[in-house]
């Protein structure tokens, strides 16, 4: 196909300096695209779910959370509430979620293994344990590649992780750098997603629309999936540039800042929220350092204070919005912590029998899977792991867990083989 | 004891011939051609069978770019495309060839290549890359290289570069293990840990644990070098449950037995108690050395042919991939009886190039990049079928690679005048060096190519927005592209240049509309207009890809 310049350029204002916005070359050079993209109808998906992860970075205490065990010589000093749904209960660290169980369910038999930081980000991150030569996708990317618009004006994958303890940037392995995060350190505000002030936004749309017009020249006639992803990426530039708003927590009202708190972690959430209303498949918002292997009641009171308050303002929120049945949830950590108390009060890294919760889309709110013994030292019920856990997410996005990615002749399955989804938290 | 010996001094006889100079000159003396040609002959052989008309040979300023950023790792400057272009005698792709491969960039970019394969996605080590850069440098052979990187504490005692391949990995006997299997032999073997491979009948759980084992004992110091204990055994599950002990098994399935050794409980216990030393405390004496070492009969078995050829055909399958965009087993990590090479004859002989040229990688590349295969477009005629990518009919386009990729730009972005030609200047090491170090910044913002390679948003919003982007490529001063071109006179003249400068060829004609309207769109702000138009050439797709 050849493109005649004249077409696209008496029409254009790309000559003049007055126009902003979408010009007369894009749409022209989006049908090109479209053109030379048979499978593009197929990559049209909804991203009408959304997950939103909080990340308990460093491990939190299950007892101090979700599975307590008062009086008992591992139940440590807290007591247990009563919550909103009857024989449901949990620590008295958490009373706002205790009120708000409805729309999440509690998984207390988790069994991963492996207590070690590294290895069991690793194992949480991706579902699976690690293979040489193989690089496993994280979840985020898994839900990106699964959910997101192929052309989308928003970011696929956001990750925020502003402290520095167990700091570690999501990958997309091997589906691709496409569904790599954007990651946020420092500041909330990608990083780039501004226009430099020494080029007016007239010229950046149409500086772009000239390299679309210079590249698609060459890549429509290689037919390459792997040079057309060069012009899918420059072309979600100027979207995603128009999505800093989302990043912005100060057009929100005073009321929904306060409803929110004033914490950071807080303020992440709320723009958690902003982006999955906006259609993000999939924010990751991490919580630091619950590695309290020392002091652990006092990390846990502070620590909890906030997941507590935060984490009820986000369902009450999403709820209030008509966006909990399309988002999910999910409270993790790489590991859970020692039912023994040690020497410094504190409590040590424990893979054995931990928690973690699913809130909103696809979940059956109000329940309970899975058990622990009454010093929470192994699971007596309903043992899980990584895998399930992975497979159960997916499910609950309507997502089939055993769906394969061909790596070379070898199939893998998004969830790790062999895993099942819980089918009794599922909706 | 005896059988140790014979080992050893085996391997000593293959590391003394790696002092003999090869020179590609000689090698190649009698037919400097006769690999291009049979690779030729054979590829022609399926464009036959199949009734595929391969691609159209590429001109010369294609095959510059092309073979220079393959060699070099980096675009021709300008000037030296001029005077490539200029040439007119006979055997100029030889001669530019031949140029390149005894160039400072050769050495520059087989090091990075090197990096890239063994060690750059795991970590960034300034220490193995200077390792590296001493050995592309030396024009080390392949052979060579595999020993000083699995057996540091023999090969290069002392040094902290050469140890890092298993440095990285000593705390992860799958690592070291599947690692040293896939990027040395080809060979990736992780399904058979758990299970017989399901698809291969080659790989049993006996060849994987069988291979761990050479790796076993293996440790590194407190200090950061590379050892091993003197013993310690391997067992594993079977799928039927049955507990067994791994034999020292090579890929092939041949195994060797360690010798008996006897030793009093007081040797042992001063033994292990030095390792223990040596482990925790990086002022200690480096530990004793067992006098059967496995991975030392790993690497003697590996380098044996008489026993396996793996070696040989690992890498020239990788350097067939490198340079063709797949490899003739594909993907390079399945050489195995179920996924035959494409070509089995042609990687035969490509194994036995290198093999015959004592593992001397030079000869090898240099008979592919002289084919008419390596030289074949890779664009289609409008309607046609897509080939399979396997014949070969057509190039691959392949993302460039962080260091060809931020080299490149940076070169595309000069004031021309400014870069040398093929004559280079006396201080051109320093000069290249420091081009490396400049685009460093950048290549470690930009992924590695792997086989699902995508352009991330990341990188097109870096190239879109950043400051960084902005001042070393966009500058508008004298030494800079953006600035020459504000002092070309004639506006043809400009955009000629910036298309030559940039993509090496010059504008078609409706491009040349294009930017002719663009520029005289804002003649109240040329200076932008001409940064603008000089950032979508930067960041176009043609120029982003080798091709």
């Known amino acids: 196909m050849k493109i005649d310049p004249s077409v696209c350029l008496t029409r254009r204002r790309l000559l003049g300096a007055a126009a902003i916005g979408a010009s007369g070359m894009a749409a022209n050079m989006a049908q090109v695209e479209l053109l030379s993209q048979p499978a593009f109808a197929e990559q049209l998906q909804q991203a009408d779910k959304s997950v939103i992860l909080l990340w308990l970075a460093g491990g939190a205490s299950q007892l101090e959370t979700w599975d307590p065990k008062p009086g008992r010589p591992t139940g440590g000093p807290f007591a247990k509430i009563q919550t909103c749904i009857p024989g ?88 691709g750098a496409r569904y790599n995060p954007m990651f946020l350190t420092e500041s909330m505000m990608p990083e780039n997603l501004k226009r430099l002030e020494s080029i007016r936004d007239a010229d950046h749309q149409e500086r772009a629309d000239l390299q679309r017009y210079l590249s698609q020249q060459f890549s429509m006639k290689l037919r390459n999936p792997i040079v057309d992803s060069h012009n899918t990426a420059f072309q979600r530039v100027r979207g995603l540039m128009s999505s800093d708003y989302l990043f912005d927590i100060e ?67 999403l709820k209030q919005r008509g966006m909990l049945e399309r988002t999910l949830v999910i409270t993790l950590g790489e590991f859970g912590r020692t039912p023994q108390i040690n020497g410094s009060l504190g409590r040590d890294h424990f893979a054995s029998a931990w928690s973690c919760t699913l809130s909103g889309c696809g979940i059956r709110g109000g329940s309970v899977y899975g058990k622990t013994d009454e010093d929470g030292k192994t699971v007596v019920e309903g043992e899980t792991n990584a895998g399930d856990l992975f497979a159960t997410i997916l499910a609950a996005l309507g997502i089939d867990p055993k769906k394969e990615i061909m790596l070379g002749s070898r199939p893998i399955p998004l969830a790790d083989f062999g895993s099942k989804p819980i089918q009794e938290i599922l909706a | 004891m005896t059988f140790q010996m014979t080992q050893w001094l085996g391997l000593v006889c293959v590391l003394t011939c790696f002092t003999k100079c090869v020179c590609v000159s000689e090698c190649v003396a009698d037919d400097k051609l006769a690999l291009s040609v049979s690779i030729d002959q054979n590829l022609q052989q399926t464009f036959e069978n199949v009734g595929v008309t391969p691609a159209p040979l590429v001109g010369d300023s294609e095959f510059a770019r092309r073979v220079t950023l393959d060699l070099a790792g980096r675009i021709p400057t300008p000037r030296e495309l001029k005077e490539f272009l200029a040439d007119t005698e006979i055997g100029k792709r030889e001669r530019l060839v ?141 799928t039927a449950g049955e507990e067994k002990r791994a034999a020292f098994m090579f890929l092939n399935g041949e195994s060797i037995v360690e010798p008996e050794l006897s030793r009093s409980a007081e040797e042992w216990t001063e033994i292990r108690a030095k390792i223990k030393q040596a482990e925790s405390n990086d002022k200690a004496d ?46 390079v990590d399945q050489m195995h009886s179920e996924n035959p090479a494409s070509h ?20 090898l590349i240099r008979g592919i990049v002289l084919s008419d295969a390596y030289a074949r477009g890779s664009l289609l005629p409008d309607s046609a ?95 800079t592209l953006v600035g020459y071109l504000q002092s070309v006179g004639d506006e043809q003249e400009i955009i000629n240049a910036g298309f030559f400068n940039v993509l090496g060829r010059a504008p078609k004609e409706d491009e040349r509309a294009v930017v002719r309207l663009y520029l005289g769109g804002r003649l109240d702000r040329r200076d932008q207009a001409v940064q603008q138009w000089v950032w979508a050439l930067l960041t176009s797709a043609e120029f982003r890809f080798n091709h």
Not at chain 2, 206 to 215: I, M, R
């Open chain 2, 385 to 479: 079928q897509l080939p399979s990518p396997e014949w070969f009919a057509v190039r691959a386009a392949r993302p460039l690679t962080p260091f060809q990729y931020a080299l490149s730009l940076w070169i595309a972005s000069k004031n021309p005048d400014s870069l040398p030609g093929r004559e280079k200047p006396a201080d051109w090491p320093k000069i290249r060096e420091q081009w490396e170090q400049r685009a460093e910044q950048f290549a470690r913002r930009f992924e590695i190519p792997e086989e699902h390679f995508q352009v991330s948003v990341e990188e097109a919003l870096l190239l879109s927005n950043s400051p960084q982007v902005e001042g070393e490529f966009l500058r508008n001063q004298s030494d």
């Open chain 2, 286 to 331: 480096p530990p004793p050395t067992p006098s059967f070492s496995p991975r030392e009969q790993m690497v003697s078995f590996a380098l044996d042919s008489s026993k396996s050829n793996l070696l040989a055909r690992n890498a020239a399958n990788r350097i067939w991939a490198r340079l063709m965009g797949r490899g003739l087993i594909h993907p």
């Open chain 1, 88 to 175: 449901i209960e949990i620590s008295e660290l958490l009373p706002k979620m205790s009120s708000r169980l409805h729309e999440t369910a509690i998984i207390r038999s988790l069994n991963t293994k492996i207590a070690d930081h590294g290895q069991a980000y690793e194992v949480m991150d991706t579902g699976r344990i690690r293979e040489p030569g193989v690089q496993f996708p994280h979840l985020g990317a898994i839900i990106a590649h699964e959910l997101a618009n192929s052309h989308s004006d928003v970011p696929d994958y956001v990750e925020m992780y502003t402290s520095t303890e167990g700091r570690r940037k999501g990958a997309a392995g091997y589906l």
């Open chain 2, 344 to 363: 089995p004859e042609l990687l035969n002989d490509l194994a036995n190039e290198l093999a015959d040229h004592d593992y001397d990688t030079r000869p």
């Open chain 2, 98 to 238: 031949d140029e390149l491969m005894v160039s400072e960039d050769y050495a520059f970019h087989a090091r990075n290549e090197l990096d890239i394969q063994l060690l750059a996605r795991l970590q960034w080590n300034n220490d193995w890359r200077a390792y590296l850069l001493q050995a592309t440098r030396e024009h080390r052979t392949w052979n060579r290289v595999f020993c000083e990187i699995l057996l540091p504490e023999k090969m290069r005692p002392e040094d902290k570069g050469a140890v890092a391949f298993l440095k990285q990995r000593a705390n992860d006997l799958d690592a070291m293990t599947n690692d040293t299997s896939t990027l040395f032999f080809g060979v990736n073997i992780a399904c058979a840990k758990c299970h017989d491979h399901p698809l291969v009948a080659d790989w049993h759980q006996d060849h994987y644990f069988g291979f761990a084992k050479f790796f076993k004992r293996t440790f590194a110091t407190r200090s950061g070098l590379m050892a091993e204990r003197f013993d310690g055994d391997l067992k594993f599950t079977t």
């Open chain 1, 251 to 317: 057009r929100e009202s005073r009321a929904m800042r306060d409803h929110y708190g004033p914490t950071q972690f807080g303020e992440q959430c709320l723009i958690a929220r902003r982006l999955a209303e906006a259609g993000v498949p999939f924010v990751k918002v991490a919580r630091a350092w619950w590695d309290s292997h020392g002091q652990n009641f006092e990390t846990h009171q502070e620590l909890c204070a906030d997941l507590d308050f935060v984490m009820a303002a986000l369902l009450d929120d």
